[in-house]
């Protein structure tokens, strides 16, 4: 598939196998500055085992990940993980939180200073999350926490933003707002964002790459060249309807898609099984 | 006007007992409240117990063999905080149950050091000491020495304090931005170790949980920023451990002769402000 002249992000031949089971088979793909991608595949498909691959929290069996040229991290990648729960009785405001994306790793006291305040207040500005800086961090709804966990992840100005399922479980007017939030990021700011998710939906409009999963395997390119039905057939080993209803995407097995009265519905989206076997995603 | 000295009962602060109290109960209090915070936001306020009570075989050992009994608390709350650090368990209810058993164990030994004690060296007070604390009998000489280890582990706590934020509140991000989540959390179990063993010298192996949680447990109540609560923790401890001396060496005025003891004081200092703190609760969360 596609590859950009100069990648930023390089994921190079990625086994990954726990306890002998096969989560990642030779997975390839890269992304360039600036890019806004979707790492798309169904629960259990590897997303985040990949994301943690590439940040280094988890040691695979073959293959090698580069950012920036380079392997390990050195700062330059900025992560928002899955199901974080902040304790509502947490003494950590949104602000402190973000603050402690800057610095807290660092040993030693931390002095108050205007240089720090001043960054920790432009991420919180840059994702429109000031009105509820003091407040405590588990207090606040999914949306503004995720905007919170995205500043944190930004302050240190990585040139890669990695997010695992930010989109879960958050109401529909969160979840554009964060996809809008995440593009700016990318187009406007030149920061390479992975967009894990299961539902590719939410994010066709905007991204320009996409990953997709299944299988351990991966396919990358532009939604074009990977959502049809011959890609994502060779991925899965069988074939595949790509559909389209009300300009969503739907991602089914052969055969599902007589059974798809289910899915035309007012709401198709919440009546489709997500059972690979059957639907291999629900985009 | 009344000046702050005529509430004071003549003679507290000439009383040499007296002052050794208020120096290592101010050093534990500090400590304590400094690492309370981290150890309930971290959840492991069962751990910090469990420290208490293995330490408590630590001091009845002290006792029976003659030695200062800071060794022998200290000596058993790190062994303990190394047991506990590789038993490792992450998952919460296995890793409660691992700190029921290990606690178990500490009593158990604790118990015969205790049947020892009593039936070989007849030191029938070593048992009260031991669970109770015995904080008027603090010789002079452990005072420096325990200022010396709680100035020690304060400074410790200052230089971690913000890797141990960030692993508390996020485990996984403290791991991507280069923290050694295991290094952070084994420093914090001997530092919790060392307030345990104050704790323990002041108000006894059994109620230092009081010192550790209580006043931690009261700011975190009130407070929305971690600096603020770790303060107010100190102040919560320190008043309620001198409250504690003073109320205990004024009790021999009241009591027929016989003064109450400090530990019963501090602790129901205590739990007042934190029952109280629960009154104020609800209008902090809301700004």
Redesign the interface.
Known sequence: MMHEARALLSVEDVSLAYDGREVLRNVSFSLGQGAFCGLIGSNGSGKTSLMRSI?G?ETSQTGIVLVAGERG?HGD?G?V?QK?Q??V?????AR??VA??L????????WPRAKRRRLVDEMLAAVNALDFA?Q??G?LSGGQQQRVLIA?ALIRRPKLLLLDEPLANLDLRAVAEIVTLLRGLSHEHGVTVLVSAHDMNPLLGSMDRIVYLAHGKAVSGTPSEVVRTEVLSALYGYHIDVIRVHGRVLVVAAGAADELPLVRGPHPDNSVDEHPEHVAAIP | MVGAGALLTPGFFENGPVRAALGVSFCAAMLSAMVG?FTI?RGQSFAGHALADVSSAGGAGAFLFGVNPLFGFLGLAVLGAGVLEMVGVQRARERDLATGVFLGAGLGVTALLLYFDVTMRSTSGAAISVMFGSMFAIPPGMVKLSLGLGAGAMVVM??????L??C???P????????NVRLIGFLHLLMLALAVTLSAMTIGAILSTALLIGPAAAA??L????G??IGLAVVIGVAACWGGVWLAYDSYNWSGGHGWPVSFFIVTIIFTIYLASGLRRDRT?RV
């Open positions: 940040l929290l991290l990648v992560y993980p974080l902040l304790d009785d947490l003494p950590l405001r402190d939180m402690l994306g610095d807290g790793h660092k040993f030693g006291l931390s003091d405590r961090v207090a944190h | 915070v936001i200052a230089m971690i304090h913000r890797p934020l960030l508390a509140a996020a996984e991000l403290a791991g991507v931005q280069g923290v975190l109540r407070a929305r920023r971690p603020r609560a969360m």
